[in-house]
C-alpha cells in the first residue's frame, strides 16, 4: 500500500533532502507532490529519477493526499498545518510553530515512538530543532540507565541550518577574504567566515536565545521536565552538520565504559571512540549520513556522577528531513495514516 505525499517547501534545502530521504529508505509513495509558494511554481525538482514540477500551495488541493512533510517558517505553518490537518491529512511540521502544542507530539523515533499515537488530535506530528534533535537522541538511553539530573551544551552549528542563504553567505565571504574583499554580512549579525557567532535565534529577557531556550523546552517535552539544561549555541563557519559538547550530571554512577556500550546498542547512534589524533567523527564525515555520531565519551572528575561527550550529525538529515521521513515511517508501521480514494 502506497501513499499520496506532499511535499510543501520542496525547493528549500530541507525540503530536497526530504524529497531524497524519501526515495532513498523506499517509503511507500504512490504519488509525490511537490508544493512551493506562487514564486516557485514550474520549479523542477527531483524525487528518485522523476522530475517533479512545483505546485503553487494556494491552488494546490490538500484533500487528494495523506501525508504531507512541511518545511516553512513558523509563521506559514501556523496558517496551513491546521488547514492541511483538517482536509484529513497527517502534517509533519519542521517549523516550531507546533512544538509545544500539548496536543501535538513532538517525536524522534528512537527517543519517544508511542507519542505518536496522539497524532490524531490535530493531524499534526511536531519535528524537534534540528540541535535538539540529535541530542535526545544520545541522551535518553544513558537517562534510561542512569536518570539524568543536569545537562551543559555548547552547540558548534553548521550555516545549514539558517538555510541556502547562510550557505551562500559563507561563501560569499570566504571568496571575499581572498580575493574579492570583504563584503558585509546579510544573513547573520557578524562575518561568519574564520569567525565564530554565540548568538542564534533572537535573545529572550533572560539573556538566552530563543534556540537554546527550543533545546531545553523540547528536551524536557520528549525525556523528562526534570533535566535541568543549559546551552550556549554557537554558529560556525561549517557548511553542513551540527555539533555538540555535551557534559552530563546523573543521579546514579555511570563509569565512561558501560556508558559507551550503552550508546553502541542504542538505535540512530554509532560510536566512534578512540584516544588518537583520528579516533573521532567531524561534521564534515557526518555530512551525507543518517545517524547520531558520538566521541570522546569521557569521566567528569568535576561532579560526583559526571560525563562528557562529543555529539554530531548532519543537520539536514537527521536534524530535519531525515526524521520527519522516520516519523512518517513510524506512522505507517503503526497504520496511522489514513488514505483517501480520489474519484
Same mark, same amino acid.
Given at each position: #500500500?502506497?501513499?499520496?505525499v506532499?511535499v ?16 532513498e529508505?523506499?517509503?511507500?509513495? &504512490?504519488?509525490i507532490?511537490?508544493?512551493a509558494?506562487?514564486?516557485?511554481i514550474?520549479?523542477e525538482v527531483s524525487?528518485?529519477?522523476? @522530475? ?5 500551495i494556494e491552488?494546490? &488541493?490538500?484533500?487528494k493526499?495523506?501525508?504531507?512533510l #512541511?518545511s516553512? =517558517?513558523?509563521a ?10 483538517a482536509a484529513?491529512?497527517? +502534517? @509533519?511540521?519542521?517549523? =516550531? ?6 496536543d501535538?507530539p513532538? @517525536? ?8 505518536v !499515537? ?5 493531524? /499534526?506530528?511536531?519535528?524537534p530543532?534540528c540541535?535538539?534533535?540529535?541530542? +535526545? $537522541?544520545?541522551?535518553?538511553?544513558l537517562?534510561?540507565?542512569?536518570k539524568?539530573?543536569?545537562v551543559?551544551v555548547?552547540?558548534y552549528?553548521? $550555516?545549514s541550518g539558517?538555510g541556502k542563504?547562510?550557505?551562500? !553567505?559563507?561563501?560569499?565571504?570566504t571568496?571575499?577574504?581572498f580575493?574579492?574583499?570583504? =563584503?558585509e ?6 562575518? /561568519? ?7 542564534i535565534g533572537?535573545?529572550?529577557?533572560d539573556?538566552y536565545t ?11 517535552? #520528549? @525525556? ?6 543549559t546551552?550556549t549555541c554557537v ?7 551540527h555539533?555538540?559538547a555535551?557534559?552530563i550530571?546523573?543521579? !546514579?554512577?555511570l ?6 556500550? /550503552? ?12 584516544? &588518537?589524533? %583520528?579516533g ?11 545517524? $547520531?555520531?558520538? =566521541?570522546? /565519551? ?7 556522577n559526571g560525563?562528557? #561527550? ?17 516519523i512518517?515511517q513510524?506512522l ?6 489514513r %488514505?483517501?480514494?480520489i474519484?
Amino acid at each position: #500500500m502506497g501513499y499520496r505525499v506532499a511535499v510543501v517547501g520542496a525547493t528549500g534545502n530541507v525540503g530536497r533532502e526530504m524529497l531524497n530521504i524519501l526515495e532513498e529508505v523506499n517509503f511507500p509513495v &504512490d504519488e509525490i507532490f511537490a508544493i512551493a509558494s506562487r514564486n516557485s511554481i514550474g520549479v523542477e525538482v527531483s524525487f528518485g529519477e522523476q @522530475i517533479v514540477k512545483c505546485q503553487d500551495i494556494e491552488q494546490f &488541493d490538500f484533500s487528494k493526499v495523506d501525508v504531507v512533510l #512541511m518545511s516553512v =517558517s513558523g509563521a506559514f505553518s501556523r496558517e496551513w498545518s491546521p488547514k492541511i490537518g483538517a482536509a484529513g491529512a497527517i +502534517v @509533519i511540521d519542521n517549523s =516550531s510553530a507546533w512544538r509545544m502544542d500539548p496536543d501535538v507530539p513532538l @517525536i524522534v523515533p528512537e527517543v519517544n515512538p508511542d507519542d505518536v !499515537e496522539w497524532a490524531n488530535r490535530k493531524n /499534526i506530528v511536531a519535528n524537534p530543532n534540528c540541535s535538539t534533535a540529535q541530542l +535526545v $537522541v544520545a541522551l535518553k538511553p544513558l537517562h534510561d540507565r542512569a536518570k539524568i539530573k543536569r545537562v551543559v551544551v555548547a552547540t558548534y552549528q553548521s $550555516v545549514s541550518g539558517a538555510g541556502k542563504e547562510g550557505m551562500d !553567505e559563507l561563501w560569499d565571504q570566504t571568496k571575499g577574504v581572498f580575493v574579492l574583499g570583504p =563584503s558585509e554580512p546579510k544573513k547573520f549579525p557578524k562575518q /561568519i567566515a574564520f569567525n565564530v557567532i554565540p548568538y542564534i535565534g533572537s535573545f529572550n529577557d533572560d539573556g538566552y536565545t530563543d534556540e537554546e531556550a527550543k533545546m531545553w523546552d523540547e528536551t524536557h517535552k #520528549m @525525556i523528562d521536565p526534570e533535566i535541568k539544561l543549559t546551552v550556549t549555541c554557537v554558529r560556525v563557519p561549517v557548511m553542513v552538520g551540527h555539533s555538540e559538547a555535551v557534559n552530563i550530571e546523573f543521579h !546514579e554512577p555511570l563509569d565512561e565504559d558501560e556508558a559507551r556500550e /550503552i550508546l553502541r546498542e542504542a538505535p540512530g547512534v554509532i560510536v566512534i571512540d578512540k584516544r &588518537d589524533a %583520528t579516533g573521532y567523527i567531524t561534521p564534515k564525515e557526518a555530512q551525507g549520513e543518517f545517524p $547520531v555520531f558520538v =566521541s570522546r /565519551i569521557r569521566k567528569d572528575p568535576t561532579v560526583e556522577n559526571g560525563l562528557s #561527550m562529543w555529539v554530531v550529525a548532519d543537520n539536514l538529515r537527521k536534524g530535519a528531513a531525515l526524521n520527519a521521513v522516520q516519523i512518517a515511517q513510524l506512522l505507517h508501521e503503526r497504520g496511522l495514516i489514513r %488514505t483517501k480514494a480520489i474519484a
